[in-house]
């Protein structure tokens, strides 16, 4: 609870990646994946209730395991490859009414850190903002991007932009991470997003920003961990 708002946090996991099987039960640095999420979850000063939303029977073993609460299995239908993120959320709103905000934490952010939890809630809520999300600084600037045509000619991505400026001289630009996204359950409802103009950033180090979306940023947030550098 943060000033005497009630707080709901979410973790959403299904079953049914891709490009890498199991990939929310996948082991790292010894224990499954979305353990990572739910013990730093769990040291939240300010979360009421921390619950998995989940079709995948194998998932929701592990999360409870790991004293992950799991109320109801995620519908089928809400658990598909186009089904939007948002969609989830809502329907963990509608079988779970009572709520003032909603902390939405995916398990693929394993190297956020319970500050990063708490900082992202106390932004949203001390800022009175309907909504915040995580963000990183990105490591390549759009600033020296192309596009091509169908002549495979570059063109820059933004006109007026040049590869002689210095980086240091780049507008700073940040990236969705992922790993915490806080917003007030009634303006949710309204918006359906968590991204408008209204939405507070919550920047955090890139080290702290890993998103394992494939078998290679497993292994490299394994060799992160293993090393102590995360």
């Known amino acids: 609870m943060f000033d005497n708002k009630k707080i709901l946090a979410v973790i959403p996991a299904r079953g049914g990646s891709k490009g890498l099987p199991d990939k929310n039960i996948s082991m790292l640095a010894g224990k499954p994946l979305i353990a990572w999420t739910v013990e730093e979850a769990k040291k939240s000063k300010y979360i009421d209730r921390l619950i998995l939303s989940s079709e995948n029977s ?8 790991f004293g992950c609460e799991v109320p109801f299995v995620r ?21 779970l009414p009572g709520y003032d905000y909603v902390v939405v934490l995916q398990p693929t952010s394993p190297l956020r850190k319970v500050t990063d939890i708490d900082g992202g809630i106390e932004a949203c809520l001390s800022q009175c903002a309907s909504a915040c999300v995580s ?14 045509d169908e002549g495979k000619r570059m063109k820059l991505l933004f006109e007026g ?16 991470n992922g790993a915490v996204s806080c917003a007030k359950v ?9 991204l408008t103009k209204e939405t507070l950033a919550y920047v955090m180090p890139k080290e702290r920003s890993v998103d394992i979306d494939s ?6 947030c ?4 293993s090393k102590g550098a995360a």
């Open 58 to 65: 194998k998932i929701i073993k592990v999360a409870k395991q």
């Open 161 to 176: 932009s040049s590869q002689s400026i210095r980086r240091q001289d780049l507008p700073k630009v940040y990236v969705l």
């Open 215 to 220: 078998r290679l940023d497993l292994l490299l």
């Open 222 to 225: 394994d060799l992160l961990l």
């Open 75 to 95: 519908p089928a239908e809400l658990a598909q490859d186009e089904t939007p993120g948002i969609e989830v959320v809502l329907h963990v709103l509608a079988s």
């Open 135 to 148: 963000l990183t600084a990105s490591s390549k600037s759009p600033y020296w991007m192309y596009s091509l």
């Open 186 to 194: 009634t303006w949710l409802l309204e918006k359906k997003s968590f």
